[in-house]
């Protein structure tokens, strides 16, 4: 059997997703040795990181030793993000940028590196469910490189716009310093907890728990539990610090049960559940080399609990649930799903609406007071008037 390469990487066009917050993704068709295609899904930011550790395997070529030498194509890092404009211009960049790359030396166009980074992924394989609310648009480069949609162009993404709670001071290059009251915009949410963000002329990614929205302290777009699990695996031992926290040692399999946006996930340990990082989960029978190569770049953010002089500018705190509530619901779906024989959506659904959201029970609604004689006669119709109104 031959050595593993590429033959080519062409760029199809990018998509327009909303889950689990609105943001672009481009589409590769990748042509391998073998004679197998295989499209696959990789944001911007991912393919800058690419591009930045690929100038680090390579000084020389990246012309950080001499710039004369250099053969690694440039590509610019992200800037302001003005939505599907931006996805759309790049397309051109991208194309030239994997095209130059393709032609280099084997040692650089068919490295690990770049070999892994394009393998199929899961999240490659996954098709929108019929249960979201919106699927993602598909724009695709035409022969003569314009991009044709199903629908019309809209304008620019609005960013979303979130508040420091507290001084946060970067440890890589690739981070961001926060002070406390700084306003950012949110250009990418990533399941590991870390966001990247910009401030003016400033941009790198920033723990989720150092941020909170402005008009809530609440994040509207955590999901809700999962109480059924998805199955996991560790990759990285971890202690447990605060009590909530659950201790794990490498390759253990366990559920998660609800995939908080801080990069904290409640997960199920036997019938035991607690806060994990989920830097340290990989997906059951997916390949850890790449999540472990993340670790070591960056490691998992600090939680909200855990920041000292926090100062927020809403008057109560965000709604979490306590680990009481998830391990009361959590025995209760088990339970349930022992007497089945099997697991079941509908008993996850049960379990939701049988346990209440909050520790508090829901405030019931007001009963508005009766109008008065006189607001009946004066909205009512004619006919009603006549029947109440005694004749003269």
């Not at 050595?3 to 993704?25: M, N, T, W």
């Not at 490189?145 to 507290?166: C, E, S, V």
């Not at 690739?174 to 002329?201: H, I, P, R, Y």
């Not at 649930?321 to 391990?327: A, C, M």
Request: glycine content about 6%.
């Amino acid at each position: 059997m031959g050595d593993i390469f590429i033959r080519q990487i062409a760029l199809l066009g990018f998509e327009k997703r909303f889950v689990p917050s609105q943001h672009y993704v481009y589409m590769f068709l990748v042509k391998w040795q073998d004679l197998s295609e295989k499209v696959v899904y990789r944001r911007f930011t991912e393919i800058y990181e690419f591009h930045k550790t690929l100038k680090e395997m390579f000084p020389i070529e990246a012309g950080d030793i001499n710039p004369e030498n250099r053969i690694i194509p440039h590509l610019p890092a992200p800037r302001w993000f003005d939505g599907q404009r931006t996805a759309e211009s790049r397309q051109g960049t991208l194309t030239e940028y994997y095209n130059t790359l393709m032609g280099l030396p084997v040692k650089i166009s068919r490295c690990p590196h770049l070999l892994n980074f394009f393998k199929v992924r899961p999240d490659d394989l996954k098709l929108p469910t019929d249960s979201q609310v919106k699927k993602p648009e598909t724009y695709l480069v035409s022969k003569d490189g314009k991009t044709n949609a199903a629908a019309d162009i809209t304008g620019p993404i609005i960013l979303q716009t979130y508040r420091a709670i507290a001084d946060y001071g970067k440890s890589s290059d690739s981070e961001m310093a926060l002070a406390t009251g700084d306003v950012v915009d949110v250009v990418e949410k990533s399941e590991s907890g870390w966001w990247f963000c910009q401030m003016k002329t400033k941009r790198g990614w920033v723990p989720a728990s150092y941020l909170e929205p402005l008009d809530s302290p609440d994040e509207p777009e955590d999901p809700e539990p999962n109480y059924a699990g998805e199955p996991y695996v560790t990759i990285k031992a971890y202690t447990s610090i605060l009590e909530d926290e659950i201790s794990l040692k490498e390759g253990e399999t366990i559920e998660v049960i609800h995939k908080l946006l801080d990069g904290w996930w409640v997960i199920r340990k036997d019938d035991v559940t607690g806060y994990f990082p989920s830097m340290y989960l990989q997906k059951a029978g997916q390949d850890i080399g790449q999540a472990q190569r993340q670790i070591k770049s960056r490691g998992a953010p600090p939680r909200r609990s855990s920041i000292r002089n926090a100062h927020s500018i809403h008057q109560r705190s965000r709604k979490r649930l306590s680990q009481d509530t998830y391990r009361r619901n959590s025995v209760r779906f088990l339970q349930q799903r022992r007497r089945q024989g099997r697991p079941g959506p509908q008993s996850a659904g049960s379990m939701l609406k049988e346990e209440p959201q909050t520790d508090r029970s829901k405030p019931q609604p007001a009963v508005p007071p009766r109008p008065s004689t006189d607001l009946i006669l004066h909205r009512c119709s004619e006919s009603t008037k006549r029947k109440l109104t005694p004749s003269a």
